[in-house]
Each structure stands twice: as structure tokens, then as C-alpha cells.
């Protein structure tokens, strides 16, 4: 049996954990993200934390197929980082760094399309071949899987679903400096500004107004209580939501999405709210989709991950 | 030397040409596409033609690497067609039933993915490994190059772009039964529609109007010559067709976008009206894109439909 490592690096702690070649989690633990001094200490850290683990877990050097690393930013095919602002990092190859501080091969993705690796292998997406992972959390981003294989993209950036067009008439920014982006309406942050803006443009009685400010999760559980504003307000978000999804599968035509994020938490409601929009805007040939919810949590970096380094190395 | 062929199937003619192993394309012909009976006659006719090549030219049959083959309809990754209405064609594996007649092995695709294939290789998108190729035709279709290889999608339907919901608001139908789609704005009919619905909104003097009808190239040859309404209505086009591609490379991330079809025979006005839309609309970590035009014009299809082959098989 060969066993490896999987690592989702993100901007307060790292996610570690320790897999045989089956993909099964057989540890896992965190360190903190020590980003201070242009975060040169990042990657020590981490070679010294999975050493140490070895050491003390009597692991078998030989035994190890690879490591696999999930970025917050920008990494393309070569394993070359083009920039993390949260961790204060430039361009260079985070592949080859820490294989050179470890001796072991390293196979390194951006952090939201490795956790789409990690949900098409062990969560929502087993199963298929071609599916698109979105997660509606703070903001959107997401992670595309073609014929079993990450879309990275030429710099990096495939699979960046939360900054499509989807209001050209929007005038507020979104946080990447456009207009109108998916992630405006379709996140988390993004149905409670369209409940605020909603609640203001009618006199209409709702619980939600009584509230000091409103969240994703109280938007759902007015909806599901019959709250009729909320489920006016529910109903925009799954119109927005499914138009775009369907964009996506006109694109690249997967067996299933996998919805994941903050706002996934509310559950198969979602799913059934988005289908009919989906259905009503997505190409004919391309509408046998599967709609599931993520089932790995914040694990999903961690499994995709080491994915990444089993299908690099193995 | 290894040598082969590429089949590009049309609704009324099949083009036919005979490849080396790097790919010059040594010869190439055409014959009717039959589809009366169902179609049934369209592939005994194709290994007809073949096996009257080489039996004329003496080609040695182990020299053959493979047949590969561009056809109007989804096609999967196995080869299974899911019905061309065109054709006369339900469900079945042509890649199997065209094997059988020709005693070659064969490799099949849509047709418009296929031509993409063909520009990524010996076209507008040479040197680059992710691309995007998008015919801007009667309708607007293309394919999707990942890490040189085509993105068919879970049923054949991947690259559909023509399709993705481009005005919500939209009243008329496409001719694929949704409302508002790329194609009733980004194709050359898209672009008369335009012109004749902003003419309509303005009483200002065009050359435009004394047209007893107004085509694609129209519109561009008045814009050239600085009509200013047919200024007005390529600057509405381009902003439409900037924020779609922007879109797509949002989810792609390719280093190159190709234009193909009628409307890219206006040449490099159509890219540089474009790319400021696509700046505008584009998510910054991908919008380091070459924009090409695409430069096999009908030969595409063949080529790529050879490379699908030559992939597979050598």
C-alpha cells in the first residue's frame, strides 16, 4: 500500500492530512499560516510538520507517493504560484519548493479547484467524469473537472465562475473591481444584499425585518416558515442562480454540479429552487445534469489534494 | 511516414483529405452527403471514397494510422452520436460503424469542436494549449481546448457557447427554443437583427437604409468607411461579444481565443473593437489572452478531425 499527503493551505491555519493510495483520511491536523516576513516560513512549516509526523508515526519513506498542496491563489499546470496576496507571495514554483524541503514529488492547484478534485473523487461528485463544483460561500469560486482532470487553466486561473458577467447594469463594485459579478448576487454576501435591496423596495410584512441584520441562514428559514417576502427574495436567488449554472453546463457539459459554501448549508431546498431555472435556460443537449450538495466539508481540500499528487505520481 | 484521413460530414457534402503524420494535407475532395433513407448511405459512401483513394493512389493500408471524423451533431467521448437531426441519425457509435466498413480505427466528434481542434493545430491557435474557438456564423458555435485535448463534455454537448444566456430579457426565440441566447446577438444573423432594430430606434441618416436588405458585411463596410450609425451598432456588437468571450475565459482560462465564421472575415476591426469589451468584462488573473482570427477557413474540420485521430491512435 502507498500512502501520501494532502495539504490545503489557506490564509489563518493549514489543513493537513494523511491518506493511504484508497483516499482514505487517516489523520489529519492543522497548523497555523504564519504569513509575517512575505510568508517565507509557510512552506518550513509545513516540510517540518509532515517530517515530523513521519518520524513520529514510523512512516516509510519509500512508502510515499507524493505530496499534493491546494493555494490560495492563482497555480498553473507547472505548479507555479502567480501571486497569493494573502500569504505575501510572488510568483515561484510551490511545486518544486517543497519537494526540495521534503524529498518527496509535489503536485500543487489552486485551493478552490482542488476542493473540486476532492468532491468529484469523495463527495457530491463521485461517480462522474465532467462535473463543475461551485461553492456560494463569502464569495463564489469553484472548480472544473474534465474526462478526471482539474481545468487549470494557462495562468492558473480556470474555473474563476464567480467573476462571469451576470448584471451588466450592476453599479456597486465587486471586491475584484468589476461590475456585476456572479459572486455579487449568487454568494452568501450576495443574497442578504439582495434581501436588503428587496426588503427596501416594498412596504410588504416579512420576519426578516425585525431581525438587527440578516443572514444567509435567516433568509432560508423565513423561506421555509412561508415567509413570502423571503421566498420572493429566494426565488430572484434561484433565478440568478440557475441561469448561471446553466451557462456553465452549456460550456462545459458535466454529468453533475456540486453546490458547496456557506449557502449550500440550507440544503436540497436549494437544489430544488434552482433546478426549474436551471432547466429553463441550460442548452437542451447539454440539461441531464445532476444536481448535489458537498458532502466533504472543509475536508474537500485536503482529499483533492492528495489526489492531485496520486494521479501525478502513482 | 505514417499518413491518414480527416472527415469533415456536412448536411450536404462530406470534405475528405489525405494527411501526413505532421500534418500536411496531401490531398482532399468531396462527395454528397446523402441523406435520404435515413442517412444510412452517408458511411458506406465515406469508406467507399476512402478505399477509392488509396486503391487509385496505391496507399499502403498499414501505412493508415486512423480515421477521424467531424459530424453535425453531439458526439461523446466513445464515439456515440446522440442524434443529427440533419442526417437523418438517432443514437448509435459511428466511430465502431465506420471501423467496421473501412477496417481502419476511428475516432469521431461535433463537428465544431472538431474545427477547433483543427485551428489549435494548424491554425489561428498554434503554440498555445488551452484555447477557445468560436465560429460567429448564420449561428455561433465552437470548441474548447484543454491541455490540447477537446472538451467534449458528459454527452458530446461541450462548447455549446452559442447558447449561454446572453439577454434575459429577450422576447424573440432562438432557433433552440430558449430566449436570449449568444447566438441571436454574436452571430452575422445576430448582428443584422441588430442593426435592422437599431435603425428602427433612430431617425439618424445611414447608408445602412437605402440597402434593400443589409448583411454582416454591410454593416462592417459602412462602419469602415465611418457611417455613424453602423458605428454605433459594431460598438453594441462588440460590447455583447467582449463580455461573453470574457465569460468564457473566466471559466477556461486559455491563452488564445480564435474567431472564426462569417463575421471574422471583417478581419482585425472585429478583434479590436472587441477587446476593450473583453478587458472591461474580464476577470484580471485571466485576461492575458491572445486574440487570433481563425486562418483554415473550411479546411478546419479535416484537420482537426485528423489530429482526433492521430491523438488516439499513434
Redesign the interface.
Known amino acids: 500500500m502507498k500512502y501520501g499527503f494532502g495539504v490545503d493551505l489557506g490564509g489563518t491555519t493549514v489543513k493537513i492530512a494523511y491518506f493511504d493510495e484508497n483516499g482514505t483520511m487517516l489523520n489529519k491536523w492543522e497548523i497555523p499560516t504564519v504569513t509575517a516576513g512575505g510568508g517565507t516560513q509557510i512552506l518550513p512549516d509545513i516540510a517540518a510538520s509532515i517530517k515530523g509526523y513521519m518520524a513520529e508515526h514510523e512512516v516509510d519513506p519509500s512508502s510515499i507517493v507524493g505530496i499534493g498542496i491546494g493555494v490560495p491563489g492563482?497555480v498553473d499546470?507547472k505548479g507555479v504560484v502567480?501571486k497569493c496576496i494573502n500569504l505575501g507571495w510572488g510568483v515561484f514554483n510551490i511545486a518544486d519548493a517543497l519537494s526540495d524541503l521534503t524529498g518527496f514529488p509535489v503536485k500543487a492547484g489552486n485551493d478552490a479547484n482542488v476542493a473540486a478534485l476532492g468532491e468529484y473523487w469523495k463527495g457530491g461528485g463521485q461517480g462522474?467524469?465532467?462535473m463543475i463544483f461551485a461553492t456560494l460561500g463569502t464569495g463564489v469560486g469553484g472548480g472544473?473537472v474534465?474526462?478526471g482532470?482539474l481545468?487549470?487553466?494557462?495562468?492558473?486561473?480556470?474555473?474563476?465562475?464567480g467573476?462571469?458577467?451576470l448584471n451588466?447594469d450592476e453599479t456597486e463594485k465587486c471586491g475584484?473591481?468589476?461590475q456585476g459579478c456572479v459572486e455579487q448576487y449568487c454568494s452568501a454576501t450576495g443574497i442578504v444584499r439582495m434581501a436588503y435591496k428587496h426588503l427596501a423596495s416594498t412596504e410588504e410584512f416579512s420576519s426578516l425585518r425585525i431581525l438587527e441584520s440578516i443572514t444567509c441562514k435567516d433568509i432560508f428559514d423565513a423561506g421555509k416558515a412561508g415567509d413570502a417576502v423571503a421566498l420572493q427574495i429566494l426565488d430572484k436567488y434561484y433565478a440568478l442562480l440557475g441561469?448561471f449554472l446553466?451557462?456553465?453546463c452549456?460550456?462545459?457539459?458535466?454529468?453533475a454540479v456540486v453546490l458547496g459554501g456557506g449557502v449550500s448549508k440550507a440544503g436540497k431546498v436549494l437544489i430544488e429552487g434552482t433546478k426549474p431555472y436551471f432547466l429553463?435556460?441550460v442548452?437542451?443537449?447539454?440539461a441531464?445534469v445532476r444536481f448535489e450538495l458537498a458532502s466533504l466539508g472543509n475536508d474537500a481540500g485536503a482529499y483533492g489534494a492528495f489526489k492531485l499528487a496520486l494521479d501525478a505520481f502513482n
Open positions: 492563482p499546470g502567480n462522474c467524469e465532467n472544473i474534465i474526462d482532470h481545468l487549470h487553466g494557462a495562468h492558473g486561473s480556470g474555473g474563476e465562475i467573476h462571469l458577467v451588466r475584484c473591481g468589476k441561469e446553466a451557462n456553465l452549456c460550456v462545459v457539459n458535466p454529468e429553463k435556460n442548452f437542451h443537449a447539454a441531464n
